[in-house]
């Protein structure tokens, strides 16, 4: 991947930093807007598990957690400060558009409107940076899954009460009874499963082992500590807190789990957003990161195969729920001395 000017270069050392450098993020973003600013599609496919419509809601909420700080440097005017509505530098964020794209996105007459929620649907996880009263109330309506999703939904009440006027007595039986969940999940010394831990799950290595979990826990101190005190306190001193040392912690066991391959955006160091695999930390089919790519062997003996020298790549039609989708598929052959040829979608 070539280097980004103002991220690839930049020491992120000062607030004036990582504005530059949030500013060099978002800013090739905007090439990829829809008409209505609310959504973003990088690709003709994303291959996601979802609607393409949840798919492109994901490529606008993802950035939103640094578009509110670029709009405070905005009407602050500090530092290096984006451009509004009228500016023309044609080298800086246009934060105007983001907020074009909160007003379509969230309107149901828009033709850009995300659409409605339904249960375990992926726009709510996408909700978490998103804060318009309306549209973000269905978030309480619908089944999620029991893992770590409950946290985006009490980030969303939260966002609800702080920051639209919601009234705290309207979401705080759902806030309570999500934080319980979750707070079931704790295995002990700040680590917790991402799921009541039992014979039929036991998932810890993904958000827990990233960090995520904790990092979540942190967040919620720092926007409810004068609305649930008693939780914040034992986040940040009593038991469920991370123990001193965390980040020694996190360098371990990114080098000495055997599996610390498997879960590429989870677990791994190296990992390639360009290409569908990620760098092998050894021989095991849980060190090869092959993620989402088929991965085959003749038998024990031989090292797995993933796909690779594609030929006959073309578009193909996909049907996902009641949406055609564009997908890429291609051929590979594992093995030359076989006349074995594999069709994969990618």
């Known amino acids: 991947m070539p280097p980004l000017p103002g991220f690839s270069d930049n020491p992120l050392q000062t607030r004036s930093d990582l504005v530059r450098a949030a500013n060099a993020l978002l800013k090739p973003l905007e090439q990829y807007q829809s008409p209505g600013k609310a959504r973003i599609k990088m690709a003709t496919a994303t291959a996601a598990g979802f609607s393409e419509t949840a798919a492109q809601l994901e490529g606008f909420a993802r ?14 005017g ?6 509004a509505k009228g500016d023309a530098d044609p080298s800086r964020v246009n934060t105007a558009a983001w907020l074009d794209g909160l007003k379509a996105g969230t ?6 409107y995300w659409g409605n929620v339904g249960d375990f649907d992926q726009r709510m996880v996408e909700m978490e940076s998103i804060a318009l009263a309306a ?16 946290w985006f939904r009490v980030f969303v009440n939260l966002a609800l009460v702080k920051t639209l006027g919601v009234a705290m ?11 319980s969940l979750l707070d079931s999940f704790y ?21 827990s082992g990233s960090f995520a979990l904790q990092f979540a826990q942190m967040l919620y101190v720092g926007l409810s500590d004068e609305l649930d005190p008693d939780r914040a306190e034992r986040y940040v ?12 912690t996190l360098i371990g066991t990114a080098t000495k789990k055997d599996h610390k391959a498997r879960e590429a955006k989870y677990g791994k160091f190296a990992y390639s957003s360009a290409f569908a695999f990620s760098v092998p930390s050894g021989p095991l089919l849980g060190q090869l990161a092959p993620d989402s790519t088929l991965a085959l062997r003749l038998d024990a003996d031989e090292p797995w195969k993933v796909f690779w020298e594609p030929y006959e ?7 996902f729920g009641d949406e055609q989708l564009p997908g890429l598929v291609a051929k590979w052959t594992p093995w030359r001395h076989l006349d074995l040829h594999v069709k994969q979608p990618l």
């Open 135 to 150: 549209w973000l109330r269905q978030v309480n309506h619908r089944c999620m899954p029991e893992n770590n999703w409950r």
């Open 78 to 83: 500090t530092g290096f400060a984006p451009y």
């Open 107 to 112: 309107d149901p007459p828009s033709p850009e």
């Open 187 to 207: 295995l002990g010394e700040g680590w917790s499963s991402d799921g009541l831990w039992g014979d039929e799950r036991k998932q810890a290595d993904y958000y």
């Open 63 to 76: 950035p939103l957690w640094v578009v509110p700080s670029l709009l405070l440097e905005s009407s602050e």
């Open 169 to 179: 007595e309207e979401v705080r039986g759902v806030i309570e009874q999500d934080l």
């Open 237 to 248: 001193s009593g038991p469920g807190c991370l123990p001193a040392g965390f980040g020694d």
């Open 313 to 319: 790549v073309r578009f193909e039609t996909f049907l």
